[in-house]
């Protein structure tokens, strides 16, 4: 069974930073696509930020230069490094490894940016 350790969500101001960073285990990590998934309150799930196996990126339209992606195969880890938070960003953000169609989820962290 795919297990996902996430981190680094909570609370900040807006303008504000915050990395999120995902652990899976279970898969044979470099060859998946991983990345992270937002869904905020009333709305659907969209992309944030995903990282193929050969270290290429895609970002949601919304980043704008704004967020960094990066993987680490010997740890099994994504991240994503997150500045000029809006108080749009608020969300749950949910990791996801991908291969070929098959898909994982981690259960999802609470980011929420508000003064």
């Known amino acids: 069974q795919v297990q996902f350790v996430e981190s680094g969500g909570g609370v900040v101001r807006p303008g504000g930073s915050l990395t999120l960073s995902c652990t899976v285990s279970r898969i044979i990590f470099n060859i998946y696509t991983v990345g992270w998934y937002r869904q905020a309150p009333g709305k659907q799930r969209e992309l944030v930020g995903l990282?193929?196996?050969?270290?290429?990126?895609k970002y949601g339209e919304f980043v704008k230069g704004r967020f960094t992606i990066s993987r680490d195969n010997g740890k099994n880890t994504v991240a994503l490094q997150m500045n000029s938070l809006k108080p749009e960003d608020t969300a749950v953000y949910y990791c996801n490894a991908d291969y070929k169609g098959t898909a994982y989820w981690g259960k999802g962290i609470l980011v929420t940016v508000s003064s």
């Open positions: 990282i193929y196996s050969g270290s290429g990126t």
